[in-house]
């Protein structure tokens, strides 16, 4: 057993709270059937019999649920806070239910399930992780799970297990997949269900139905701490500007609730600058104006959030990642094509694509340039965590000074510190709520199993309240979906959730920070707590609170 600090020693004892509608005897009510978010006809098509299905919701029931079943669980995608709550919290459920059940975990993400690698959890293994953070139980891995041939792998080893449900924890891609694979073993009668669990530290899997994905209350708390130690330092100092890049893939929820949370001098919202239609020399000179009035009132210092994925909203760059994907797909295959080096990837990608996108990819720094042509991630995505985009802009914003300095414009200093807070939070010890959340997630995900329901996320409501008010339940995976363009093709996806630009959060944030700009009102929010006031170890995050008080 590893040796583990006290902190880890006390946490493991705590108990997850659980919504009073999952304690005890429980029964499902069915609303009534339901329609996808957009192309309805051509999602129904797609999916015949996960279609339409009710959003269900768990109330107090007369009889016990029994139900004799093995369940497995993947992670997918990822890490995210609260993870393995979501496996102890289905292990309860499902042993709850039946203690002879039996809980498999797949190795390293979806891949373990293709190549049959898996564990059995057991008590003692279950206890060494219970309100941990990071998802080494059984580790993720990003293998897409979308064709037949995967699908026909992984029945293989679900018979051999006697597993009658299989639990996937991702994000909008996996979860997408996981409502792929419940159509296909629905439609071949195989007698597997499949259910999602809506797990990113991006926040960007939300919808009416599910109100913030798990792992981005602890993110967002972990980095706000770090962001308020640097911003105690930087008004200590008075001589740096720190520029600090945070994780968040596509959406800038993350950037958004760290502003809420810090009070910074700036923060870059992606959507807002695609809306405005800025091009990178508009971001730039917005925050070399920030850092000019400061210096005429005297501080030489400030703190900038900027979201990772801020390059591909400047609608320019848009356009260009849009062809480059395309251009990198075979059209034959759909898949990504292969080169012999990066070199000759990047001198293919430069021959193909049209006059206007090269100008534009040429008139990058070389290592944005190239990063731009490089590999995807296996969702097709930029992997815009590798392009330093604060240190490219704070270069930017140092060129601009240096030019308003010779033209009387600029008359102050400027320094920059560059920091990018993302892995440093995925893994974190989840927060209370978090921990509660997560367990609930997947206690729920034990009873949308017993009462046979395929192709549904698990989803826990009404979670600003306290938890024994939550509302349980689950909701069909294609009601949340649409029809988007990926890689050439139209392809079914779950509608990413971005920054809605008439959103409470959003709106608080964009009626404060030019005060915040100037002035130096900087919240420093302290550690996580686990133990103390309500107020203090159970608040939400301020999206949260700001999206549910509407
Ligand atoms: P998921 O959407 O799979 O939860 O992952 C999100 C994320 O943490 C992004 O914020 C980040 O851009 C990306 O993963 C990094 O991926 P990797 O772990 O492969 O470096």
Redesign the pocket.
Known sequence: MAVKSNLQVARAAYQPKLPTALKGNVKAVEGAATQSVGNQEEIKALFPNTYGMPVVEFAEGTEALKATFNVGIILS??Q?PGGHNVISGLYDGVKSLNPENKLYGFLMGPGGLVDHKYIEFTDELIDEYRNTGGFDIIGSG?TKLEKEEQFEKGIEILRALGIKALVII??DDSNTNACVLAEYYAAKNYGVQVIGCP????GDLKNEQIETSFGFDTACKTYSELIGNIERDCNSARKYWHFIKL???SASHIALECALETQPNVCLISEEVEQKEMSLDDVVTYIAQVVADRAAAGNNFGTALIP?GLIEFIPAIKKLIRELNEVLTDPATGESREFASAEEQIAFVKGNIAPENLAILESLPADVARQLCLDR?PHGNV???LIETEKLLSRMVATKLATWKKEGKFVGKFAAQHHFF?YEG?CAAPSNYDADYCYSLGYNASRLIACGKTGYMSVIKNTTAPAAEWIAGGVPITMMMNLERRNGAMKPVIRKALVELDGAPYKYFASHREEWAKTTSYIYPGPIQYWGPSEVCDQTTRTLALEQAK
């Open positions: 995608g990822g995210a990003r991702g994000g797990k990113t530290i991006d994780m968040g893939r990772e991630d992997q815009v965590s993302g995925r």
